[in-house]
């Protein structure tokens, strides 16, 4: 009883101990070189270009969605709408128009 114990013990050990090559021979010909490649593109020129490009479309979509927009009616209320593109006015007495400098 104690052979098939003993037995049973060292096929688990090796077990385990196969599962850990197969993980470490993975590590070296899989993750390593892909790991390598996509963290030199990052630290490359291109993506910092590209971070800046990002940036510079976000910074001007918060300016396109966040302009105010002046309703013409006799109190002058303002707000800042949150999305140009879908604001509609369910109001017939009020007619508005963006700003983009000055006052109209």
């Not at 090796?14 to 197969?22: D, G, H, T």
């Not at 390598?36 to 800046?52: C, K, P």
Request: charged letters at 25%; proline letters at 1%; aromatic letters at 14%.
């Amino acid at each position: 009883m104690q052979e098939v114990t003993e037995y049973m013990f060292d096929h688990d050990v090796l077990n385990i101990r196969r599962s850990e090559l197969l993980h470490h021979r993975w590590t070296d010909r899989v993750y390593d070189p892909i790991r390598y490649h996509v963290l030199s593109e990052m630290s490359g020129r291109d993506y910092q270009n590209l971070l800046l490009y990002k940036r510079f479309l976000y910074e001007e979509f918060l300016a396109k969605t966040n302009r105010k927009v002046f309703l013409h009616d006799d109190r002058r209320n303002h707000f800042h709408c949150q999305s140009s593109y879908s604001f509609s006015c369910h109001r017939q007495s009020l007619s508005f128009s963006l700003m983009s400098g000055g006052l109209a």
